[in-house]
């Protein structure tokens, strides 16, 4: 049985009232004034409609009603219809403005009574339906949070640690856009003399970028990259990578892979639409590359490897575009000569310190706005 309020200070017209809204299936629970009501209000959080008088002691059914809109912590929407023997269009806007739903002119005529309500039904119905359809939605997100999470737990996991292989001490910058990133990096051994590294950053953000990265991880980690113990040329996995993802899920991705000869710090080394990388020797930097397609944009496309050397002390920076194309509040980018600055004045720091630097001033150049990119660094150095 539905229940409804009845607020009413005439003893006379509660009673004749109370009878009609109980022929009509109602449970009614009374009060001779707003405070009374509000009281009831309080400990009955299951009422949903109020037939409130305006003209009452105490407090009136205007005050009434705009105290029940002031509460935020409802159970359910309360509709409010109100009572009053006034007509003229001054004392509806009065009534409208403090929140009422609807209104009957006293004395009341039943059959008007009766269709009302059945309106305040509908509405509260539907407030019912939005509701639940609100919080199927809110439940959906959750749950779409929660795995994206997972994903992003499953991402870091990927990642390899910061740490030294043989004389080759890498570190990293990883800052996912949102949950996961299009961005993705790597460096491992190729063998007892070679190690391998890579950067890709995929057109776009979000889940189908980051699944389109995971899945050129994985297809580089489980490709033929030695050949008699010798590392294929960069230039050539580029160019499988680029026939093998044409038109895959509609995107493509940038990237730089190459690789390290431990004994002689030599670097090969193939840039395909990526940023240009920026070799530090000393306190001088210098950009690295051409330039080169982006994978998966074109067929049939060839691609140029190039070589460095890396004396003892020397560092090598490979980062996606969110680093240098990082905006600030008067939409000014960090820039590639900015970052080259940064490298050189802070030079005689350990990467490790260096990269927590960087990571600093790129924050502080947002001014604590979320990053609207990815923002990934890899950076390697010779060591004794």
Known sequence: MKKILLVEDALDTRYILSMTL????????????????????????????????????????????????????????????????????????QGMEAGADDFLLKPVNINELRVRLNAGNRIIQLEKTLECSKQKVQQAYDQISLDLESAAKMQQALLPKPGRLGNIEFDWIFCPYRFVAGDMFNYFELNDK?????????????????????????RIMNSLLLNNNIPIAPEEIVAALNEEFQNSLDNYFTMIYGYIN?????????????????????????LYGEGGFPVGMLPDLEYQSF?????????????????????????EQFSESRFMCLLEQYHDLSLDALLKKIDIELRNWRKEVPFDDDVTLLAFERMV
């Not at 009434?64 to 935020?72: A, E, F, G, S, Y």
């Not at 889940?207 to 995971?214: E, H, I, K, P």
């Not at 193939?270 to 920026?278: D, E, R, S, V, Y």
Request: proline fraction near 2%; hydrophobic fraction near 35%.
């Open 22 to 93: 109980q022929k009509y299936g109602y449970e009614v629970i009374t009060a001779e004034n707003g405070e009374q009501a509000w009281e009831i209000l309080q400990q009955q959080t299951d009422i949903q409609l109020v037939l409130s008088d305006w003209m009452m002691p105490l407090m009136d059914g205007v005050q009434l009603c705009k105290k029940i809109r002031n509460k935020q912590d409802w159970h359910c929407y309360i509709y409010f219809i109100l009572l009053t023997a006034k007509d003229d269009k001054d004392s509806l806007i």
């Open 262 to 286: 431990k004994d002689s710090g030599e670097v090969c080394l193939t840039q395909a639409g990526h940023p240009k990388p920026i070799f530090v020797s000393g306190s001088n930097a210098k």
């Open 194 to 218: 070679y190690l391998g590294f890579y950067q890709l950053d995929v057109a776009g953000h979000g889940v189908s970028s980051a699944l389109l990265s995971f899945t050129v991880h994985h």
């Open 307 to 331: 070589k460095l050397q890396l004396e003892i002390g020397d560092r090598f920076f490979i980062y996606s575009d969110g680093v240098t194309e990082c905006m600030n509040s008067e939409n």
